[in-house]
């Protein structure tokens, strides 16, 4: 039996007035754990410290796939991986309206280690956070 699925649709093109890249279309389907599909989905408003990614019960203790929106209409998120305690390296930034992700995150080396946080550039922003654990692929 199939577990549930993610699907995102991207669109990607890019045009300078130098140099002209097609349309990119690719559609992703990432399917879910069958026997423990836990998900979650909500709005998290991000300061502008460090703070962790609002994953509630989906476990950090396995594959998981997260996408991240910026629903702010003027200001960016940085988003960062956590490798250890207070230690971040920037993996991202999301422009207002754009969206990180879905990206499949790896199973910890080290529990909770990689762990997923955000910050806002200059005023606090809200987050889309939709989350769901992924089978190992």
């Known amino acids: 039996m199939a577990g549930p699925t993610i699907t995102r649709n991207v669109n990607f093109s890019w045009n300078n007035g130098v140099t ?35 994953l509630l019960d989906v476990s950090i203790t396995q594959q998981y796939v ?33 969206s990180w992700g879905p990206v499949r995150m790896p199973v910890p080396a080290s529990t909770p280690y990689p762990r997923l946080a955000v910050l806002a550039d200059t005023a606090a922003c809200n987050v889309e956070v939709i989350c769901g654990e992924a089978l190992l692929a």
Do not use: C, W
């Open 20 to 54: 002209s890249v097609g349309n990119a279309v690719k559609t992703a389907t990432l399917v879910g754990n069958v026997t423990n599909a836990r998900a979650f989905s909500n709005t998290q408003a991000v300061g502008t410290a460090e703070e962790p990614v609002e």
């Open 66 to 98: 997260v996408m991240l929106t910026n629903k702010d209409a003027t200001n960016y998120v940085v988003v960062k991986v956590e490798t250890g305690a207070a230690t971040y390296h920037i993996i991202g930034r999301i422009y207002p309206g754009e």
